[in-house]
């Protein structure tokens, strides 16, 4: 059975960091997109980030333009695992924060094979 499990969340003030994890049990994903996307109350689920799957070049990041500069994602495959460190937090970066694996079509939409079950980001002012 697949499972992503995210964790790292928290409650920061405004200008604090968090570091999210996703660790993946049941299959590797070394060769597959995985990313990051986050949901506020009231807002439909929105993209973070995504890194490629390894190559011989290694993996290519993607950002939304809220988290470009601020947020990093990364993987280790070795431990079948990526992570996003989120630096500069805002009050509008509170979300739930979902990973997510193995993208259906065109991996900058929301359509991935594979979920967590979130882990809460709350930045308060």
């Known amino acids: 059975q697949v499972q992503l499990v995210e964790s790292g969340g928290g409650m920061v003030q405004a200008g604090g960091s968090l570091r999210l994890s996703c660790a993946a049990s049941?299959?590797?994903?070394?060769?597959?997109?995985m990313g990051w996307f986050r949901q506020a109350p009231g807002k439909e689920r929105e993209f973070v980030a995504r890194?490629?799957?390894?190559?011989?070049?290694?993996?290519?990041?993607y950002y939304s333009d809220s988290a470009k500069g601020r947020f990093t994602i990364s993987r280790d495959n070795a431990k079948n695992t990526v992570y996003m460190q989120m630096n500069s937090l805002k009050p509008e970066d509170t979300a739930v924060y979902y990973c997510?694996?193995?993208?259906?079509?065109?991996?900058?939409?929301?359509?991935?094979?594979?979920w967590g079950q979130g882990t809460q980001v709350t930045v308060s002012s």
């Open positions: 890194i490629t799957g390894m190559s011989w070049g290694g993996s290519i990041t």
């Open positions: 049941g299959r590797t994903f070394g060769s597959y997109p």
């Open positions: 997510a694996a193995v993208p259906r079509g065109d991996p900058a939409g929301t359509n991935y094979a594979y």
